[in-house]
Each structure stands twice: as C-alpha cells, then as structure tokens.
C-alpha cells in the first residue's frame, strides 16, 4: 500500500479536507506533528499536521482537493 502526502497545513484546515475526503468515502490517515511534540514538551509552529491517502484513491480525490484549496 503506497500512500501519497496530498495536504500540509494547519489543524482546521485539515479538518475541512477531511470532512470533504470523508464525503466522498476517501479517509485519510492524518499525522498531527503538532500534538505529538505537545505531548514530548515541545512547541511547533509550522505545517503541523499532514493528510496521507493511498495512491489508488489519488484519482478520485484530486478534484474534491483542488476544489477545496480553491475555496480557501
């Protein structure tokens, strides 16, 4: 199973993409950087969190994504 990175952003915006994703029946493995060094004590301040698919559903997913940065 081959995944592909398709977001990079803050918490709430990630939260929007995967609620459009989830619609459509794509749910994305979600890696939040930023609560992971919260929890070691430590602060982070850039591109917390990162949504992953498998490359498989890549094809349908594309347009809801474009869709979805377009209306940011």
């Given at each position: 199973m081959a995944v592909v990175k398709i977001?990079?952003?803050?918490e709430?915006?990630?939260i929007?993409?995967?609620?459009k994703?989830?619609?459509?029946?794509?749910?994305?493995?979600v890696k939040n950087n930023m609560q992971a060094a919260r929890?070691?004590?430590?602060g982070n301040t850039g591109l917390a969190v990162e949504l992953?698919?498998?490359?498989?559903e890549l094809p349908l997913a594309e347009q809801?994504?474009?869709d979805y940065k377009m209306s940011l």
């Open positions: 977001f990079s952003g803050s709430i915006l990630a929007g993409l995967q609620q994703l989830a619609e459509i029946d794509i749910f994305p493995v929890t070691a004590g430590f992953f698919i498998e490359e498989r809801v994504i474009e």
